[in-house]
């Protein structure tokens, strides 16, 4: 298949990459070009904007940092919706809230074309495997029509309902992860003076019923960050958590629902990032926190 690819952050360009390793077709557009170099290195075209890319591909997939940057890229005189695409099908796979999806499906059914929104759980490394977690909203033609690219980046594909029920269940998904990584860093503050060794004292964490399931992946990087040491490539930083925290308090407003412990949360996230820890991996939250005195 020819597949189109709007947007070449970290998950973006493994998403890429790993479809041009299962053969398809591709071509690749990004805001910044110089992200797209080592794509088309790997045999991917670079389109020169949006338009191009959707005139080019059957399949378009867009992973975007927000509700801006999707306007952006979806509308205007170069825009993915600029041309001619009836009958292509549009995958977005943004982490935005649910009325985003709503309202750029409208806009993509205008045109003549499909919409499936689907989010996905995972970083860079299953996203190079193929081993994400996807969840997606569309009806159920299209969502069978964007299932045979997606099975190929997912291990577990779950049709969730329509158009936004893919965003609602990606923000339901990252809550709590959100949630925990602040957790363990208060936990590991309450075990510092002990002494003890980083990686002796997450093993055991790992090893309760207090232990999330991401410490069997994410464990040894705090124990690096925790003594110094370099934790590895960042898969999904700080200020990324912040935005998605954003979005859950909002959607929970938008739905009368209280979200006490997200906000509580997001607080601590913008004393982090205030503090330069923007850039850093989300779970380098726990370590900043680990190691914050009360003032």
């Known amino acids: 298949m020819h597949i189109g690819i709007a947007g070449l952050g970290r998950m973006g360009a493994a998403i890429a990459a790993r479809l041009i390793e299962v053969g398809h077709t591709l071509t690749v557009w990004n805001r910044s070009p110089d992200k797209a170099q080592p794509l088309a ?3 991917a075209t670079v389109a020169k904007n949006p338009a191009e890319l959707a005139g080019r591909a059957e399949t378009v997939i867009t992973i975007l940092t927000d509700a801006a940057a ?3 890229v979806y509308g205007g005189t170069s825009g993915l919706l600029a041309g001619e695409v009836a009958s292509k099908l549009f995958i977005e796979m943004s982490t935005v809230r649910p009325q985003t ?3 750029l499906a409208a806009k993509v059914r205008q045109k003549g074309a499909a919409l499936v929104d689907c989010p996905v759980g995972g970083t860079i ?3 190079r495997q193929g081993k994400l977690i996807g969840v997606m909203g569309g009806e159920a033609a299209d969502a069978a029509r964007a299932r045979p690219v997606l099975e190929q980046l997912c291990r577990r594909l779950e049709h969730v309902g329509p158009v936004g029920a893919g965003a609602t269940m990606k923000l339901a ?5 959100m949630i925990y990584w602040q957790a363990l860093g208060e936990a590991l503050a309450m075990c510092r003076d002990l002494g003890l060794d980083p990686a002796r004292v997450l ?5 309760t019923s207090g232990g999330a399931n991401v410490l069997k992946v994410r464990g040894p990087a705090i124990s690096a960050m925790l003594k110094g040491d370099d934790p590895g490539p ?3 930083d700080i200020d990324s958590g912040r935005k998605d925290l954003r979005a859950m308090i909002a959607e929970g407003r938008s739905r009368g629902i209280d979200l006490p412990l997200c906000e509580r949360t997001l607080d601590c996230f913008e004393q982090a990032s205030r503090d330069g820890w923007g850039p850093r991996d989300g779970s ?3 370590v900043y926190w680990s190691g914050r005195r009360k003032t």
């Open 284 to 286: 380098a939250q726990s």
């Open 125 to 127: 490394g299953p996203a």
């Open 173 to 177: 998904i990252n809550l709590p992860l």
């Open 101 to 103: 999806e709503v309202e």
């Open 70 to 72: 999707i306007d952006a």
């Open 41 to 43: 290195q790997a045999g």
């Open 234 to 236: 960042t898969t999904f």
């Open 203 to 207: 093993d055991l964490l790992a090893d």
